[in-house]
C-alpha cells in the first residue's frame, strides 16, 4: 500500500523538485541579469571609451563616451573600420601590435596613438586592446579601452615648455649662478658660472662645495651667513661682495646676490665679476669721449642719450638745426630734447629704438625697424620758425660686451629734396595715369633689347599676358616678335632716326595669334635712364574686314558678270539640252548615235551647273536650303573619292561629332567636300600621301579670330600632306579663276565656290599651310540645335500628258519650236509665238481657245510678267507659267503673288515642264 502511495506521489515529488530547480533558475537569471545590468551601466557611463571590433576591423560595437570623443554617430561608426579613425603613420605601428596581440592571446601593453574626429582634427589617445575569443578559442575580434589624452598631453607640454622656459633663463641671463645645498654642495651651476671658476659643470655639481672658491679671509663671515640664512632668511644679508678663487689661483671681486629657495634648504646666488665691471666702466669712458669727440664734427644733426635718457653728446650740427647750445642740453634728461623739434616734451626716435611704443611710431613716415636702429621720416611743422621734413634714424649703443648703453640719433633736413621728389611724383603719377588709362597700347621698355620696363592694360588685352609675365622680360624671350629680320630692322631704324612712325610690326599673342600692328616710339628719359615709349595701332581686325571686302567686291563682280551671261546662256543651252532629250527619246535610234547625244546631254547638264555655280557666288542662284545631317553626305561622297582616287593616297576619316544637323543645301555640301578632296589630291601629285577628313562640332567664343557670331558651329576640316602653299598663293585661293593648276586642268573656281557657299550660310572658311608641310582648310557652318524634319522623297512618278490647248510664246523661235515639241509630244494642242505682242491679240481674239498660257520673261516690247497681267485681265482664271534664264527680280514667291502659277528655271527638261504643265492645269480644274 505504501509502494503505491509512494508510486501515486513520485509524480508530484518530481514537479515540486522541478519547481524548486526553476526558481532556482530563474533566481539565477534575474542575478545574471542584474549583474550584466551593472556591467553595462558601467560600460556606457564610462568616462573612457569602449570599443569592439572584428577581426577585419570593423566596428560593431561602442559605448557613448567613444562615440562622444570621435564625433560619429552609431550608424555611421558601424560602416568604418578603426583604421578610418587612425592617421596613416600609425597604422603599421598598429598592425605589429595586433600581430602581438593574436600570437599571445591576451592583451596588449598600454600604447598611445591618435584618433581622427569627425570634424578633421586629430587628437591623442591612450589605449590597451584585448582578445575576443570563440568558443574553440579562435580569435573572433577585439575590444579596446580608450581614454583621451588630450589634457594629460597638454599639460605634459606646458610643463615641458615651462621647464625650458627655467632653464633657459637660468642659463642666459649673463650671470653665473648657482644653487646651494644646505651641507654647502652646489647642485648646480650655469655655463656663466664655468667661465667664472674655470672649471666644468661635470666637475663642480654634487662634488664641489661653494667654500673651495671662496679665500680664507672671507670663509668665516660667509660660513656664518650661511647657517643664519637656514635658521631664519630675513636675518641673513641678501647681497654683499666676497673675493673668489678661479681654478688658475687668480682672485676675483664678486658681488654676491643669494636667497633661499622656499620650501627648501636650498639657496640660490647669483655672482658678478666686479673687476670685469670696473674694466668695462673704464673703456666705457673713454670710448664715450672717442665717441663724443667724433660725433661732435659729424656733417649731419647727431645726438646721443645713455640708460636713463640724459644727453651725453650734442653736436655742432644739432646746435646749428635747433639753435640750442649743447652746454644748454647736456645732462638733461626727461625728453628735453624734444623741445626745439616738436615744442613738448614727448619720447622721439631716439626713446623708441630703446623702447618701442606704436602709439609714437604711427606719427613716422616710412618706418623701417631692425633689432639695432630705427629710420622714418617725419614732418615737423615748425623748426626753428620753419616747415622741415626730415630724415632721421637712431641706433641702440652697446658696450664692447654687447650691453645696451644708450642710442644715438643722426637727424638730416631734406627738405628740399622731399618738395623735388613730390613734383617728380606728380609729374610721374600723371605720366603713368595717362600711360595705364590709354586705350591704345602702350609699352616702355629698354633701348638695347626692348626689355619691358612697364606695360599697359590695352597692351595686356592685345597680347593676352599678365604683367607679372612680361616686366623684366624681353621679346624674344616671349617670343611674340617672331619675325627677327623684321625686329632687326625696325631696332635699327629707331636707333638711327630716333623715333618710329606707323612702322609695320606682326606680334604674337601668347594664345597664339597673330597681331598685326602699326607701331610708333620715342625716347624718352625715365629715372635718368634712356627707354623707348612705344604705341601700337593694332590693325589686324582692319586687315580682315578690308580683305572680306575685297573678297565680297570680287564676288559681286563675278555675280553681276553671272547675271548678265546667265539668261542668255541658259536659253542657248535650253535649246541644247531639250533638243538632245527629244532626240534621245525618237525611236529606232542606233547605239552609236545614242551614245554621241548622251554626251552632248551630260556636257549641257555640266555647263548648266556651272552658271549655276558662278550664280551662286552672289547668291543669285537656287538654293534648296533644308534642316540635315552632314555626316551622312560626307561619308557618301568618301564612297566616290575612293573610287576616283589613286590607290597611293589614303583617305582617313574621323567623325567626331554626333550633333551635325545644318541649314543647307545637301548637293552643295557635296561640293564643298568634293571641291576640297580633289584640291588636296592634286597637292599630293600622285605620289603617296594622306587626305584626312574630320567632323567635329566647336563652340566659338566672342574673342575668335575668324569674324564668326558666337555660337556652336559644325567644324569640317580637311588636310593633305601634300606640297603645301607659300604665303603669296594664299593670299589668292579664294579669289575666282585663281588657280595654280596647268590649263586645262582646272578653271579656278572651286575655292570661290566654296567661299560663296559657307558664306551664304553664315560660316566661314580658313586655311593653314606650309610649304613643303600640307595643307589644312576648316569649314565652319552653323549648327542647328532643333533639327526640322524634311518631307519625305516621293517616288518619282511618270511623266504625264493631256489634251488641252496651250499658248507657248517666247522671243527665241529656237525655244518655241522645243516647247511645242516637247509640249506636243505629250498630247497637247500648242500655239507657238515669238512676239509677246501679237500672242497676246492671238489670246484676246479668243480667249476660250486657251487652257494654258506659258512665257518667257525677258522679252522685247512686253516682259512675260507684263503679258500674264494682261492675259489675266482678259480672263482671271487663266492658268500662266513663266520661263526665264535669270532674273533678279522675281522669284516663285513674287510671281504667285501676281496670279503666276510656277515659275520654270532654263534651261528646263521635259519631266519638269511636263510637271509643271500638270500641275497648273490641275490646279485650274
Known sequence: MKDKLKAKNRPADELSVLSRKIAQLEESAVQQNRIYDHYRLMYEESIDGYVVVDMEGYIKECNSAFKKNIGYTDAELKQMTFRQLTPAKWHDMEDKIIRELVSSGSHSHVYEKEYIHKDGHVFPVELRTYLIKNPEGRPRGMWALVRDITERKRAENKLRESENKYKTIFENTGTAITILEEDKTISLANTEFEKLTGYSREEIEGKKAWTEFVVKEDMERMAAQHKLRRIDATAAPKTYEFRLVDRAGRIKNIHLNIDMIPGTKKS????????????????????????????????????VIDNEGKVIAWNLAMEEMTGLKSTDILGKGNYEYALPFYGERRPILIDLVLHPRKDIEVKYTGME?????????????????????LFVKANILRDSHGKIVGAVESIRDITSAKQAE???????????????????PAIICTIEDGEFVDINDSFQRMLHYEREEMIGKTPRILSIWPDIAEQ??????????GFLKEETMHLRAKTGAMHDVRASAGIITLNGKKLVLCIFNDVTEQEKLEAQLRQAQ???????????IAHDFNNILGAVMGYTEMALGEAGLNERLRRYLSNIFRASERARDLVRQILTFSRKGEEKLMSLRVSPIIKEALKLLRASLPSTISINQNIQSAADTVFADPTQIHQILMNLCTNAAYALQDKKGEINISLLSEEINIDNTCGLVPGSYLKLIVRDTGAGMD?????????????????GEGTGLGLSLVYGIVKSYGGT?????????????????????????????????????????????????VLVDLGKNILTGLGYAVVGETDSQTALEIFRACPERFNLVITDMTMPKMTGMELAGKIMQIKPEMPVIICTGFSETITLESVKSEGVRDLIMKPFVRRRIAEAVRSALDSKT
Open 268 to 303: 640660490v646666488a647669483s655672482l658678478l665679476d666686479m673687476t670685469i665691471r670696473k674694466q668695462a666702466e673704464d673703456a666705457l669712458q673713454e670710448s664715450r669721449q672717442l665717441f663724443s669727440d667724433i660725433i661732435n664734427f659729424l656733417p649731419d644733426a647727431t645726438f
Open 369 to 389: 625697424r631692425s633689432e639695432e636702429f630705427l629710420e622714418a621720416e617725419v614732418d615737423i611743422p615748425s623748426l626753428q620758425g620753419k616747415a622741415a621734413y
Open 422 to 440: 613730390e613734383a617728380l611724383k606728380y609729374s610721374e603719377e600723371r605720366f603713368s595715369q595717362a600711360f595705364h588709362m590709354n586705350p591704345v
Open 488 to 497: 632687326r630692322d625696325v631696332a635699327r631704324k629707331l636707333l638711327r632716326q
Open 554 to 564: 570680287k564676288m559681286e563682280a563675278i555675280g553681276t558678270l553671272a547675271g548678265g
Open 727 to 743: 604665303s603669296a598663293t594664299m593670299g589668292r585661293i579664294f579669289d575666282p579663276f585663281f588657280t595654280t593648276k596647268k590649263p
Open 765 to 813: 572658311i580658313t586655311v593653314q599651310s606650309e610649304a613643303g608641310k600640307g595643307t589644312e582648310f576648316s569649314v565652319y557652318i552653323p549648327l542647328l540645335m532643333e533639327t526640322e524634319k524634311n518631307p519625305e522623297t516621293k517616288a518619282e512618278k511618270s511623266i504625264s500628258g493631256g489634251k488641252e490647248r496651250i499658248l507657248f510664246v517666247d522671243d527665241e523661235a
